[in-house]
């Protein structure tokens, strides 16, 4: 797998616990975990982004459907296609699962993560992960296990939705920026 140097989003304790956690349950039997150097970070995705950054640009979106529309219509080979993980009625299409609570408990952190650009986990050192600067430095090891995580899926995170100050704001403050059609599903009137 390989990923831009995002410690924010990609390098963290909480992604590298459930790599371990997908090899010690048998989902795959090594996983190898690589950053781009800081530097060199464009690569196929930012190409397909810019893709979408164009069309949106001439496009009104006042929806996510609008998005959708957007995200699907950038190229005509369809290589970027939406997939909306809930809607604006709050019904959720992809659930989101509390892995940091379910696998803190079983994984120690990564000391200095963002130091190591190569991460490898393999089923035959289970809760070991191997880990490299460069991929020409020397490989280390490091036993982050605490105890044998489950194998069932952590809790659901359900979507709190917008709080009511959050709903008075988008029906008096951004409705009048929504195109008509979208007005009631992007900005309803809370008092009804």
């Not at 371990?20 to 397909?48: M, Q």
């Not at 090891?141 to 105890?147: G, I, N, P, Q």
């Amino acid at each position: 797998m390989l990923t831009m140097n995002c410690s924010g989003q990609n390098k963290n304790n909480a992604f590298i616990q459930y790599l371990a956690w997908r090899v010690e349950n048998g989902l795959h039997k090594t996983i190898k975990y690589s950053f781009l150097p800081v530097g060199h970070t464009k690569f196929g995705p930012d190409w397909c982004f810019g893709l979408v950054k164009r069309t949106y640009r001439r496009t009104f979106v006042s929806s996510l459907q609008d998005i959708v529309d957007v995200v699907d219509k950038s190229t005509t080979t369809s290589i970027n296609r939406a997939q909306l993980v809930g809607n604006e009625s709050g019904d959720v299409f992809v659930k989101v699962y509390d892995w940091v609570s379910h696998l803190s408990r079983h994984y120690r952190k990564f000391p200095g993560i963002k130091s190591y650009q190569h991460f490898m986990f393999d089923a035959e050192t289970p809760g070991i992960v191997s880990y490299k600067v460069l991929s020409h430095s020397e490989e280390n090891t490091y036993d982050f296990c605490r105890s044998t995580p489950p194998s069932s899926l952590p809790p659901v995170i359900k979507p709190a939705g917008l709080d009511d100050a959050r709903k008075q704001y988008l029906f008096q403050s951004i409705r009048e920026f929504c195109r008509e059609d979208t007005v009631d599903i992007v900005c309803p009137n809370p008092d009804l």
